[in-house]
């Protein structure tokens, strides 16, 4: 089967969160199990930088009003996957984060940038086209992505790529104004409830939502999440018009990226049978961030995106009851102003809380490797990966139940019987209330190793849900 997949972001390219890591592993773990893979992003500077660059060029011509749009032929730097980056320097030679400048306000002409790719990804799903290779199934992830299914729909080809859209986050709609329609080469007809429109805007992600022939999103939970009002972001409603065509597909992770055994970033490797090297983890960590020295004091971390979605007011409403429990707090994260603002203030007060603002990849392997406990009390969470990169290096995931996290992560009751600690109700109360709990099964070390075996053993690669999507991709094809 040939298989575009089209993304904003892979790693090892360029990575803003969750999504890169899948784009980064999931096309390898197709191709391993025998799909023809190629993968199709934005030729950002990043991209053309860090790709391995095959070289040839293939001329698409004008597209959008852009002159000369060509794809540039290249392979995944480690697993060789191909890949296209599309080459419109107007519209992608720009350094920085994909989404937004100066850190925080989106690029002004987000809707060319990701209307160009869903473009070129239609291109692509049909016969004759420039490349001389037509998919038969067209990949694509969130609201970047969206308009692939919908410029299928409007050209009318019938011999066409099926298409499936996958959802990582619901809450990021790719909301423009009705008049970027015309820019992006979509009919009025278009701006329609049964279509784009969305609350007088139109969506992007809404279009991968109603003309995809299949949606996928990265758990199960999360599938049934976002039928309901509570979570659905005022999509709820289509999402269960269309739930016979709506797959919960739980994400796996990269073994070989996260592995305590040969992790290039963290200054002890460790492994199930020889654990001593977590314990010299955690006090490297304790010195790195400026903690006090105390192997005995259980080690508490944030690695996250910072934004409401994350709960981290949650934790900050937390942070003096933590420390009333003994709890070290070392948090990475960037993102939404007044959440680095909220915790450059905590790290400031005597709550032995350490705070790095910023995205750090080797720090955040560094972190996840020497604490005890991850603390993810997501409001909701579409899969979450942290907690299981937490899990595989034996630190225990304390978690909302929500989305992937309910998928992943089981209690351990008093018994140290699960691979982490699960809250139900979103409050500081039940927060404190489990890591005292997750505190006085780390008092109990035989109970506490027995818990981080569970965790560690899970099989969390990508081996469950790579044949998952094929079982999607190969009923889609005989429709
Ligand atoms: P999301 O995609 O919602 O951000 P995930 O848990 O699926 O959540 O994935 C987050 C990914 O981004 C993980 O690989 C995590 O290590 C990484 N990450 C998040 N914040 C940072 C940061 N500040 N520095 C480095 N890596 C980060
Ligand atoms: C999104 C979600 C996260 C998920 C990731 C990869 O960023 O917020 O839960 O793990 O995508 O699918």
Redesign the pocket.
Known sequence: MKVLFVTSEAFPLLKT???G??SGALPAALAEAGEDVHMLLPGYPQALENADHVGVTIALGNILGFEDVSLIEARMPDNGVPLWLINCPQLYDRPGNPYVQDGKTDWPDNHLRFALLSYVAAILSVPDNACGWTADIVHTNDWQGGLTAAYLHFWGIRQRARTVFTV??LQYLGLFTPDVLPQVGLPDAAFSIDGLEFHHKVSFLKAGLYYSDAITT?SPTYAKEIMLPEFGCGLDGLLRQRADSVHGIL?GIDDDIWNPKTDPHIPHHFSLARRTGKIQNKAALQHEMGLPADLDAPLFCVVSRLTE?KGIELIAKSASALRKLGIQLAILGSGDHHLEELLSVISGLDLGIKVKIGYDDALAHRIIAGSDVLLMPSQF?????TQMYAMRYGTLPLVYKT??LADTVVDCGTAGDGTGFVFETASTDALTATAKRATDLYRHPKLWQKAQRNAMSQDMSWKHAAPAYMRLYKNLAAT
């Open positions: 969160g969750g999504l890591d899948v990582h986050n990265v994400n979605q969470e579409p899969c979450g990966l989305g992937g």
